[in-house]
């Protein structure tokens, strides 16, 4: 292993030995140019560290030739026909070696994805100082006086988005170049073909890991939130005002484009809630027009779970603050009230939010009267961790909405009705005759096994205080914090048996105590 290890070592210090020497001869004399190959072919190789300084060498190498402008600049004609056709010595040379050049890109891509991250680290980077050192002396000839290296940029995303390795790693050392106004606004471009180009192949069917990839990527760009922030360019050009990059409504287009298109295709199940978590904070704020997120929220609606719940709150904010008509968002919202809600993971998040969308005074009170009594149907079977949620939550409603009082203030009382008018398999709100119902679930846990769920439940004995009952503890009650209080209580009154015990089975008279007696 030793020897291995250093004969390892031997032959990485001979290829850099062998490449500086390289280097060295191409950049001193044309002459040499052909060597530029022996570089290039070592970039293939099965070493790491020969591979490394393979790297190292194409980005001083190639570094030179652009600053130097030794490469050929426009539409670069074909290898072999340049070499027959009247170009003179210099044409023919610059075309070659930008042939070379284009060939050190293309490997350079590739390495991207090479297993070693160093490795990965090294070609990206010298990818990256390619496209400043391209932005300034430009391969290509631009009538619109504005130049940035697209397809060179291009070759970079499409090494950070592979279809089958996860490459979060490498994203994640890329952010410091998204914080260059004009990178990101072409990374977003790219992105945005790149996703199209990959998923229109897959016939709609998701590509879990190119899919993180690419989430990874969009999900790390920070917008800008006005236009005197965009400043930092990667080029500088004479007429900064009239190019787009400098526009914010064009960043923002280009924003929107990209994550339509990111959304447009079926996406894994982890990913639904990853981009509904950021989307009210990160996504919406920044494009031109929020409203055509709504595609992407129906269709997580139907994904089902906290994804549902998460959608709808999307919704709410595009009805909240875009103005967006949507009349269904209250009975999707309804349909998600089932007994699961005591018992999935997401509880607090569900009731925090359930909170948030029936805290308008605004609402129908049939509407209300229907979240209500589903709510306190569904109490009959929670535990009492759910209950002490509940039933705090169902007072409050009472309060913001005094119509609905008439559930618990029913003149005829609940006793005298023959059967509960409620209709609880009923998916329209406006049709489950809540308001024709009453609140006797609640009068029925104040007999509960509980004592806290009990004494929660006598609240509706009593007028209700105007101020609501603060749900933010409640939330994150558990049934383990309930256990462990009630084995700390201290008990002051005990109860005791007020009549004498008196055989096996206590009670004076009973049939047991006749025929049994303790010995």
């Known amino acids: 292993m030793a020897g291995r290890g250093s004969g390892g070592k031997g032959a990485a210090a001979a290829a850099e030995a062998a490449l500086g020497a390289c280097l060295e001869a191409v950049l001193g004399s044309r002459s040499s140019a052909n060597r530029v190959f022996e570089i290039l072919e070592l970039l293939q190789d099965e070493q790491k560290e020969i591979v490394l300084c393979a790297i190292r060498t194409c980005s001083r190498l190639f570094g030179s030739l652009l600053e130097r402008g030794e490469l050929f600049v426009g539409n670069l004609p074909l290898e072999e026909p340049s070499l027959q056709e009247s170009y003179s010595a210099e044409d023919k040379y610059k075309i070659w070696m930008r042939h070379r050049y284009n060939s050190c890109v293309h490997c350079l891509g590739e390495l991207m994805g090479h297993e070693s991250f160093q ?66 606004f072409f990374v977003m471009k790219s992105v945005t073909e790149n996703v199209g180009g990959v998923m229109q192949k897959t016939k709609k069917v998701p590509l879990p890991v190119y899919q993180k990839n690419a989430f990874a990527l969009i999900s790390s760009i920070s917008m800008p939130s006005e236009e005197s922030e965009i400043q930092n360019f990667l080029v500088r050009n004479t007429n900064q005002e009239e190019w787009k990059v400098s526009k914010l409504k064009e960043h923002r287009r280009a924003f929107e484009r990209m994550w339509l298109v990111f959304l447009k295709y079926k996406l894994p199940g982890s990913l639904y809630k990853k981009v509904l978590v950021i989307l009210h904070d990160s996504i919406l704020p920044h494009m031109n027009e929020p409203t055509l997120m709504i595609d992407f929220l129906t269709v997580a609606y139907d994904v089902g779970g906290a994804i549902s719940l998460l959608a709808l709150n999307g919704l709410f904010v595009l009805i ?40 308008s005074s605004h609402l129908p009170a049939y509407l209300v009267a229907a979240f209500t009594k589903r709510l306190a149907r569904l109490a009959l079977t929670a535990p009492p961790d759910g209950l002490l949620i509940v039933i705090p939550f169902i007072c409050n409603l009472l309060r913001r909405h005094p119509a609905c009082k008439v559930l618990i203030h029913r003149p005829e009382g609940p006793a005298e009705m023959s059967e509960d008018p409620y209709l609880m398999s009923e998916e329209e709100p406006s049709e489950s005759r809540a308001m024709e119902s009453s609140l006797w679930e609640i009068q029925t846990l104040q007999s509960h096994y509980h004592p806290e769920v009990s004494k929660a439940a006598t609240t509706i004995n009593t007028s209700l205080s105007e101020m609501e009952d603060d749900l933010s503890e409640l939330l994150e009650l558990t049934a383990y914090e309930i256990f462990d209080r009630d084995v700390k209580k201290e008990a002051t009154d005990i109860p005791l048996e007020f009549q004498q015990a008196r055989g096996l089975f206590g009670k004076k008279d009973d049939i047991f105590a006749e025929y049994f007696t303790l010995g």
Not at 136 to 143: A, G, I, Q
Not at 163 to 171: D, K, P, R, Y
Not at 330 to 344: G, T
């Open 119 to 184: 490795v990965q680290e090294s070609a990206l980077c010298t990818l990256m100082k390619f496209v400043e050192l391209e932005a300034k002396h430009p391969l290509v000839k631009n009538e619109w006086r504005f130049n940035f290296p697209r397809e060179l940029l291009k070759v970079v995303v499409d090494g950070l988005i592979p279809v089958e390795a996860n490459s979060s790693l490498l994203i994640s050392r890329f952010q410091e170049y998204l914080e260059r106004d004009d990178v990101r």
């Open 320 to 359: 909240l603050q875009h103005n967006l008509e949507y009349p269904d968002f209250y009975k999707k919202l309804y349909s998600l009230l089932d007994p699961s809600i005591f018992h999935v993971k997401y509880r607090a998040r569900f009731f925090r939010l359930l909170d948030l969308f029936l805290s």
